[in-house]
């Protein structure tokens, strides 16, 4: 159990004691808290429900948590099973798949060992670690077809397979315990086993007939029997494409793609101690693996050696749960609020009875007994109902989730789906944090209740105010204004960004607090509010506080409260001129005038409340709102940049890595749809090279976390982009920075073509992380290059940096650039081409890319269309963003029915006053409609005060996102969205409190004067 989660547990046990043995030693007290807990049996489920929502949404986060790692770990066993570290030669560069896997000679890693590594882990002084199993192998990606039994013909094709080549006896002995496919005999020449997701993909049984595409020609496979995807018969690299496996012997992979008898590409390591336990070795094998490998990679190569399992292990579960729970921390304060609102209705219905009570000598401390007695029940059964809640509010999002996951693998690939697990100690951790929550904020608010005044209560006459200020309230605003200062000063000496802002913000309501009393409070904390606001509008142009949202959602959390409570501060405080605005309005109606004057006076009267009220609605709307101006903006940002995807071309083609495209233009002009719907296409080719001025080892990422990669001296790898003359005459990338003899990006790109001397870097070389972490190459500089198959040094002059043509804009440039006639320096041996194409008029991209996927499926291609890769982004951020409102949209269901809540007790509370107004002359009808005016009034100022912070909070994050990314970001305010939600909002609050209206148009004068409580 994580240590947090054991302190909460903790906590919520002590707790429980502390107050079951209260209730025994105070048995009179425990029954006066039971029988209010029972005692009105509609309040009590409101209280709950409010109660519950911080529950639900902590064990909606922790259940997802639980489902993500799971399924990490089930894929991780269906894909690696006994595997623990896979070796390879380092193909930093060609992390999409284009490259085919470098073989090396197997008498390479013949010094890897079991006791090899053993002995050289522990002389690195990490611990004696051991292997079990050490496999040679061959895997790749290709293309495979489906043949008919009779004939040929292709029935199914898919453009990649992961095929995988050992030898039957090692995989025998591999690991403490060999794969479940070691029991099975071996296939034999000719013979494989698929895994059941081939087999389906495939459409495949026992004995059907496999074509598999290599470099050097095809070969025929028989289906030996199906398999499940289990360890080495379900494996698949973690950026595959592949749609199932293949398993067979060695020796049928090497003739596949013309490996040498004793070639291979993978050696995979099991270590001891079982397919789960053994990743805690996974560090000190890896490191002892890649000293024992430092020199023995062929010339210009360099081995890496993957952590797989423990990568695929460690999984971002809790990064999700901890994301899921900041986005869900203001609704949860938005149920903390409801429950202070309700426990202050109660006190306020119970008035009367509490002054009784201390009356008769019932000290304040046996009041907060009471009180948290009957708030301690009502927390139990919160939390309880809440956890149950959260398990169904997890399904939901997990549906949500994998419906993404279905739309980015028909667009990008394969990518794991999640299935629904919940660990009981998440909910018992859920649970207990819910029952905290609920606890301490009943037992603070009933410590302020216990401060009524005997006198008023009993008589039921408002509270006055104290006329003098206590000295303990008079420091306590001093210390809220000096730490508020010395956060502000502290803020910028460390360029803290929280500090920067949190600081100031509370140094001007504690300075407020002083003043309202020598000032007018209006004027005062009017101009507090008014400067929060404003100054959380400047701040944002500092480095420090766009690095702070860059880094999650915690600054846009904490700035959101901050927001709203200057919001709900102004809106309160000037109720007085919204009231008197609605009330001229309504002249022209005299029949209305009266009633509205009534609506508007209750919330006038009754600030606190209104602001806690306002409160509630305005921090959900607050991040619902951001959530609808980040998705508007990030799609139109997609439909504004769609013209600059992939250089401006309409599409592209990817061959697979082991069987190139040859005599593109023939193929196209040979097939009747292609030949009418290509206009024109270039083709770009990659290979790798390296950059030796620069280590590899001082600029790996978190990409390369789980990789104990090149060795010290080993040169930094990149791509190399060879650019052919049509793609460099035409193009519209534009350059962020060029030398000055060039006078506009287009002379830099003739230049590039004619220039075999000239090359371009791609924005990654301006020394940030986004993607990953390369050196600073500013234009001017000479750029050292290496062929890492000929060890061949070229120079060249780089002349300008490759900008990026918007934030969502996919550009087919990587690393280095250069003209197509810089290739006859660097004959690296392992290149690839993609074809870009552009369509003609009219042409369908649906229809195009089904042609081009049918024509190329045996060369392993991936097709992309710009039309798709649009559609599917703006489709993909919808959803995400829609899922998490969906999440954040509880508490706000929860603060409507809050609101009914506070109405209904309103009419218990205000029954005096009903039967007054009703006795003076006010109708059953102006009743109904001053109530329904009333909430009306208080939900649509909460939907405005928290979708005018929302705004304010949205616009802020969008605009540090454009100075963090250096874009030209367009703000997209979502009008028709938000107006639907505010619009939907506030007719549910209506209806939602119809039934207290008209309850209170039913009181009759009589009754409700001489009510007693």
């Excluded at 207990?432 to 037992?443: E, I, M, Q």
């Excluded at 951001?626 to 508007?632: D, H, P, Q, R």
Aim: hydrophobic share 45%.
């Amino acid at each position: 159990m994580e240590p947090v989660a054991a302190v909460v547990l903790t906590l919520a046990l002590a707790v429980t004691l502390m107050v079951g043995v209260s209730m025994l030693r105070h048995p009179v007290l425990r029954r006066m808290g039971v029988r209010n807990f029972g005692r009105r049996k509609g309040n009590t489920a409101l209280v709950i429900l409010g109660s519950m929502v911080g529950t639900a949404l902590i064990a909606g986060s922790l259940v997802i948590s639980d489902s993500i790692e799971r399924a990490m770990y089930l894929q991780a066993q269906r894909g690696l099973g006994e595997i623990d570290e896979v070796v390879q030669i380092d193909a930093q560069a060609s992390s999409d798949g284009q490259l085919p896997l470098p073989i090396f000679d197997s008498s390479t890693v013949a010094d890897v060992t079991a006791d090899a590594i053993t002995a050289k882990s522990k002389a690195l002084g990490k611990g004696a670690a051991r292997v079990d199993g050490l496999m040679l192998a061959i895997t790749q990606e290709v293309p495979a077809e489906a043949l008919s039994d009779d004939s040929d013909s292709v029935r199914v094709a898919s453009p990649a397979v992961t095929i995988v080549g050992v030898r039957w006896d090692d995989l025998k002995t591999f690991g403490g315990t060999p794969p479940p496919i070691a029991s099975r005999p071996d296939p034999g020449p000719g013979g494989a086993y698929i895994s059941s997701k081939l087999a389906t993909v495939l459409e495949l049984r026992t004995g059907s007939r496999l074509r598999l595409r290599g470099p050097k020609g095809a070969q025929t496979i028989t289906v030996a029997g199906i398999v499940p995807e289990e360890g080495i018969s379900g494996y698949a690299t973690p950026s595959a494409r592949s749609e199932g496996t293949l398993l067979t012997g060695i020796e049928e992979i090497r003739t596949l793609l013309g490996a040498s008898p004793t070639g291979v590409n993978t050696l995979f390591i099991s270590n001891a101690g079982g397919p789960v336990d053994g990743v805690d070795a996974s560090s000190a094998v890896a490191g002892a693996v890649q000293e024992l490998l430092q020199t023995r990679a062929p010339a210009g190569t360099q081995f890496a050696v993957s952590q797989a399992k423990k990568s695929a292990l460690a999984g971002d579960g809790g990064e999700i749960a901890a994301f899921f729970l900041g986005m869900s921390s203001l609704s949860i304060l938005s149920g903390i609020l409801l429950i202070v609102n309700l426990y202050a209705m109660l006190a306020e219905e119970r008035k009367s009875e509490l002054g009784i009570l201390r009356a008769v000598a019932l000290r304040r401390g046996a009041l907060v007994r009471m009180f948290v007695y009957e708030g301690y029940l009502y927390s139990v059964c919160a939390s309880l109902l809440g956890a149950l809640a959260g398990v169904g509010i997890a399904m939901g999002l997990l549906w949500g989730l994998n419906r993404l996951s279905r739309l980015i693998k028909e667009a990008w690939g394969d990518v794991f789906s999640v299935i629904f697990y919940a660990h009981p100690s998440s909910l018992v951790v859920a649970a207990s944090a819910g029952l905290l929550a609920t606890f301490l904020t009943t037992l603070f608010t009933s410590i302020r209740i216990s401060r009524l005044n005997i006198v008023t209560a009993i008589r039921d006459l408002p509270a006055q105010k104290p006329v003098r200020r206590s000295v303990r309230r008079l420091v306590l605003q001093v210390l809220l204004l000096l730490s508020g200062g010395a956060l502000a000063a502290a803020g910028f000496a460390l360029g803290n960004a929280y500090m920067m802002f949190a600081g100031p913000a509370l140094a001007a309501f504690g300075l407020a607090f002083l003043l309202a009393h020598r000032l007018p409070g209006r004027f005062v904390w009017s101009v507090a509010a008014v400067g929060v606001l404003l100054y959380s509008y400047l701040v944002t142009g500092l480095d420090a506080v766009v690095d702070a949202q860059e880094d999650g959602p915690g600054w846009t959390l904490l700035a959101g409260v901050f927001l709203v409570v200057a919001a709900v501060v102004l809106t309160t405080y000037n109720l007085g001129i919204v009231s008197w605005a609605l009330r001229k309005a309504a002249y022209r109606l005299p029949s209305l005038a009266s009633v509205l004057r009534m609506a508007f006076a209750y919330p006038a009267a009754k600030r606190g409340r209104t602001g806690l009220t306002l409160a509630m609605f305005a921090l959900v709307l607050y991040m619902v709102t951001i959530l609808s101006i980040m998705g508007s903006t990030f799609r139109g940002e997609i439909a504004r940049t769609s013209s600059a995807q992939l250089s401006g071309y309409d599409g592209g083609v990817l061959p697979g890595p082991v069987t190139p495209i040859e005599n593109f233009r023939g193929r196209i002009e040979r097939n009747p749809v292609l030949r009418t719907s290509i206009e024109d296409y270039s083709e770009l080719r990659y290979g790798q090279l390296n950059l030796p001025a620069y280590k590899a080892v001082d600029y790996l990422d978190e990409w390369d976390n789980d990789r104990e990669g090149a060795p010290k001296d080993a040169p930094l790898q990149d791509a190399v982009t060879f650019l052919p003359d049509d793609y460099l005459g035409s193009t519209p990338e534009t350059l962020e920075e060029r030398l000055p003899e060039y006078k506009s990006d287009r002379d830099a790109w003739q230049a590039l073509a004619s220039d075999p001397s000239l090359a371009l870097v791609t924005s990654a070389y301006d020394g940030g992380t986004e993607w990953m972490r390369r050196p600073v190459i500013k234009p001017g500089s000479t750029l050292v290059l290496r062929d890492p198959a000929s060890g061949t040094e070229v120079t060249r002059r780089v002349i300008g940096r490759i900008g990026t043509a918007g934030d969502f804009a996919s550009s087919p440039l990587e690393g280095v650039v250069l003209g197509d006639a810089a290739r006859t320096d660097l004959q690296s041996p392992q290149t690839s081409s993609r074809f870009l194409i552009r369509l003609a008029e009219g042409a369908d991209p649906t229809v195009v890319k089904r042609e081009l996927r049918k024509e190329f499926v045996a060369n392993g291609a991936q097709t992309l269309m710009v039309a798709d890769m649009v559609g599917t982004a703006s489709q993909l951020i919808g959803m995400w963003m829609g899922m998490l409102q969906a999440f954040l949209a509880f508490g706000l269901i929860v603060g409507i029915a809050g609101l009914a809540v506070i109405s209904a007790r309103a009419v218990h509370e205000r029954r005096r006053d009903i039967g007054t107004q009703r006795a003076v002359g006010f109708d059953r009808r102006a009743m109904r409609w001053q109530f329904m005016l009333e909430t009306s009034f208080v939900a649509l100022l909460g939907i405005v005060v928290g979708t005018g912070a929302g705004t304010l909070g949205g616009f802020n994050l969008m605009k540090s996102f454009a100075n963090a990314e250096s874009s030209d970001l367009h703000l997209v305010f979502p009008w028709a969205q938000l107006g639907a939600l505010g619009l939907g909002v506030w007719a549910a609050t209506l209806v939602f409190t119809i039934v207290p209206a008209m309850r209170a148009s039913r009181v009759l004068p009589v009754e409700a004067l001489r009510y007693q409580g």
